[in-house]
């Protein structure tokens, strides 16, 4: 046991490690933010999404080096099977569609794993601050919002319809 794990500290797995730590500690606020709301993802999804495309980009350096193309490849990969995860936590409910923030949060945080995999931690720090200030400070404005067109009269009700 000793053996193999001062094995993997030569194969320099401690920068590795590093940034799936970060990874998963910049999307852990907006899990607990989904898992708060009671959404279809949460706690432990978005974390796992975070780690999982910082491990695919890690892998990717690792197997690919510099090749522009090939990382190129790798990043549409992510962003296209993000999508698909998200596309499964959208569900139409009579008229109303419910799970569009929390599609377009797995989406940021597969962004957040990312930027960690590429280096870019600037990037997926600001990610992160702009997904969870988006979900907690926005989500009393769209209760508002909904407040004020459910007050309103209906379209031609009270207005002076005027053809000019």
Known sequence: MLDMLIAMLRADVLPHLTALAIAYALALPIGWD????DRSAGLRTFPLVAIACC???????????????????????????????GGGAILKQGASVKGTATAASLWATGAIGTAVGLGAYGVATMIAVFTVVTLKWLTPLKAEAREHDAQAPPEGVGTRNVQR
């Open 55 to 85: 491990g695919f980009v890690q892998a990717a350096e690792m197997r690919y080096g510099a090749h522009p193309d090939a990382m190129g490849k790798i990043v549409e990969g992510l962003i296209t099977g993000i999508g698909f995860i």
């Open 34 to 37: 989904r898992e708060q709301e």
